[in-house]
């Protein structure tokens, strides 16, 4: 066995390793059942994931045992005396969720914070489950309801091109979905075998690892196989970044209802990102648009240093058209939903800023993507005004259309067909919507000259 498998093992029962906190965790964990505290020990950091202790079964040890930190597990004498020291284990900040955007929750539960989030007073979040009869209206545009159907199109079709029909059958003459195939394609396509042959390998590579396996040999290739083969003028002009390490910067982050409201008229220069947020906001890939020459230019002549809501140097002068979050195959939908949703929403908050509110509501909605091992699904957010005497904004986040598995070879065609719709999208409506508010801060540099 490799030592990679052997990293994999899940833990059955006690193993004491010496008397530091692990062997005592683990120890304890022998009695709720098996739980793999090694796993949440090694959890990414970029999930914020805290170990919810509250929810774990520490049997008190009949021995107090004391550690360097001066931390102590009460004995079951002192849990007679103070039932509540039972679960008094002291964690770093990074893994007690201490440095969590929503405050005060004792539960790392994202539907705990999504629920939180849907309350708040300030700019509140909301998730909606998208139901076959949706109307349209203010939170559901028209733009969004002509991509939806699009979507459902490309996850419900055999979108396979004719210059690979031969082929595929003879690679593949025990499929019964692609020998029942009679949908496809015939425009032109740059799709190769050896394309569809990479991306299957990647995804089959990836079963039973780790999330950043999973984007850099599947996740990764799909999205720049996609632009690399979709139907715009120049690949060059759209990039996937891959932003695990990108940070909100906390002005535009999710903060305490007792922090000062958000400002959308304030200063649209940037400070310095010396202080990041906490990684729970993260997302994992992004699909971007550069920018001209030209429009490199009115952003300098207004002091505005970064474009998105994050400081990180490759998102410097590349706006953000869709963005990604990924899970290993098994892990939680609403924690992926939850990042999407806080990072999302404070991208709406800097464009706001940028731009202001109208400009951002002709843009209607944001694309985003949510990918669990090899299942992609598509979910959009729209930025809409709130009813009431409250007035201000709100964040309603959709969900969501299955577009496909990257580990069979209808689903690989689904995915992408997908992709390019989402690719195509970015470089004509999000850019065209992107250079035209551009432009206006030019025009308005040049009224202020002319005196107009």
Same mark, same amino acid.
């Given at each position: 066995?490799?030592?990679?498998?052997?990293?994999?093992?899940?833990?059955?029962?006690?193993?004491?390793?010496?008397?530091?906190?692990?062997?005592?965790?683990?120890?304890?964990?022998?009695?709720?059942?098996?739980?793999?505290?090694?796993?949440?020990?090694?959890?990414?950091?970029?999930?914020?994931?805290?170990?919810?202790?509250?929810?774990?079964?520490?049997?008190?040890?009949?021995?107090?045992?004391?550690?360097?930190?001066?931390?102590?597990?009460?004995?079951?004498? $002192?849990?007679?005396?103070?039932? @509540?020291?039972?679960?008094?284990?002291? !964690?770093?900040?990074? #893994?007690? &969720? %201490?440095?969590?955007?929503?405050?005060?929750?004792?539960?790392?539960?994202?539907?705990?914070?999504?629920?939180?989030?849907?309350?708040?007073?300030?700019?509140?979040?909301?998730?909606?489950?998208?139901?076959?009869?949706?109307?349209?209206?203010?939170?559901?545009?028209?733009?969004?309801?002509?991509?939806?159907?699009?979507?459902?199109?490309?996850?419900?079709?055999?979108?396979?091109?004719?210059?690979?029909?031969?082929?595929?059958?003879?690679?593949?003459?025990?499929?019964?979905?692609?020998?029942?195939?009679? $949908?496809?394609?015939?425009?032109? @396509?740059?799709?190769?075998?050896?394309? !569809?042959?990479?991306? #299957?390998? &990647? %995804?089959?590579?990836?079963?039973?690892?780790?999330?950043?396996?999973?984007?850099?040999?599947?996740?990764?290739?799909?999205?720049?196989?996609?632009?690399?083969?979709?139907?715009?003028?120049?690949?060059?002009?759209?990039?996937?970044?891959?932003?695990?390490?990108?940070?909100?910067?906390?002005?535009?982050?999710?903060?305490?209802?007792?922090?000062?409201?958000?400002?959308?008229?304030?200063?649209?220069?940037?400070?310095?990102?010396?202080?990041?947020?906490?990684?729970?906001?993260?997302?994992?890939?992004?699909?971007?648009?550069?920018?001209?020459?030209?429009?490199?230019?009115?952003?300098?002549?207004?002091?505005?240093?970064?474009?998105?809501?994050?400081?990180?140097?490759?998102?410097?002068?590349?706006?953000?058209?869709?963005?990604?979050?990924?899970?290993?195959?098994?892990?939680?939908?609403?924690?992926?939903?939850?990042?999407?949703?806080?990072?999302?929403?404070?991208?709406?908050?800097?464009?706001?800023?940028?731009?202001?509110?109208?400009?951002?509501?002709?843009?209607?909605?944001?694309?985003?993507?949510?990918?669990?091992?090899?299942?992609?699904?598509?979910?959009?957010?729209?930025?809409?005004?709130?009813?009431?005497?409250?007035?201000?904004?709100?964040?309603?986040?959709?969900?969501?259309?299955?577009?496909?598995?990257?580990?069979?070879?209808?689903?690989?065609?689904?995915?992408?067909a997908a992709l390019h719709v989402l690719v195509e999208w970015a470089d004509t409506t999000f850019r065209q919507w992107f250079a035209g508010?551009?432009?206006?801060?030019?025009?308005?540099?040049?009224?202020?000259?002319?005196?107009?």
């Amino acid at each position: 066995m490799s030592s990679h498998d052997q990293n994999h093992i899940p833990f059955e029962g006690p193993r004491r390793r010496g008397r530091g906190r692990g062997a005592v965790l683990e120890h304890r964990a022998a009695s709720t059942g098996g739980l793999d505290v090694n796993a949440h020990l090694n959890t990414d950091e970029n999930d914020g994931l805290d170990l919810g202790l509250e929810d774990v079964n520490l049997t008190p040890h009949p021995k107090k045992r004391r550690y360097a930190t001066g931390t102590a597990i009460a004995t079951s004498d $002192d849990a007679a005396s103070d039932h @509540s020291s039972r679960s008094s284990l002291s !964690l770093p900040p990074s #893994l007690s &969720g %201490a440095d969590s955007p929503i405050k005060g929750s004792r539960s790392s539960s994202p539907i705990k914070h999504l629920l939180r989030v849907a309350m708040r007073k300030d700019e509140p979040i909301h998730v909606r489950e998208y139901n076959p009869g949706q109307s349209v209206s203010d939170e559901f545009p028209h733009a969004l309801a002509d991509m939806w159907a699009t979507l459902r199109k490309c996850s419900r079709r055999a979108v396979i091109p004719s210059t690979l029909e031969g082929d595929i059958r003879r690679h593949f003459p025990s499929d019964a979905d692609l020998l029942d195939a009679r $949908d496809f394609l015939d425009a032109p @396509s740059k799709l190769t075998m050896e394309h !569809l042959n990479d991306l #299957l390998r &990647g %995804a089959h590579k990836s079963f039973m690892k780790t999330e950043p396996h999973w984007n850099c040999a599947s996740h990764f290739p799909a999205l720049d196989r996609a632009v690399q083969t979709a139907k715009i003028v120049n690949c060059d002009d759209v990039s996937i970044e891959n932003i695990t390490l990108a940070d909100i910067l906390p002005q535009y982050n999710l903060r305490d209802e007792t922090m000062a409201p958000y400002n959308p008229s304030s200063a649209i220069s940037l400070p310095s990102a010396a202080t990041t947020t906490t990684p729970s906001s993260r997302v994992d890939l992004a699909l971007t648009i550069g920018l001209t020459a030209a429009e490199n230019e009115i952003l300098s002549n207004h002091n505005i240093t970064h474009i998105n809501h994050t400081a990180f140097d490759s998102l410097t002068r590349s706006p953000i058209a869709v963005s990604v979050e990924a899970k290993r195959s098994g892990e939680g939908k609403d924690k992926s939903q939850y990042q999407l949703a806080v990072w999302v929403s404070a991208q709406f908050r800097r464009l706001e800023e940028l731009f202001g509110r109208e400009k951002v509501q002709q843009l209607a909605w944001l694309p985003l993507l949510r990918v669990q091992g090899e299942h992609w699904h598509f979910l959009a957010a729209v930025r809409v005004g709130r009813s009431g005497p409250s007035g201000g904004m709100q964040t309603v986040i959709w969900s969501e259309i299955s577009l496909g598995s990257m580990r069979e070879v209808l689903g690989v065609f689904h995915v992408l067909a997908a992709l390019h719709v989402l690719v195509e999208w970015a470089d004509t409506t999000f850019r065209q919507w992107f250079a035209g508010c551009i432009q206006a801060l030019g025009v308005g540099d040049l009224e202020q000259q002319t005196g107009g």
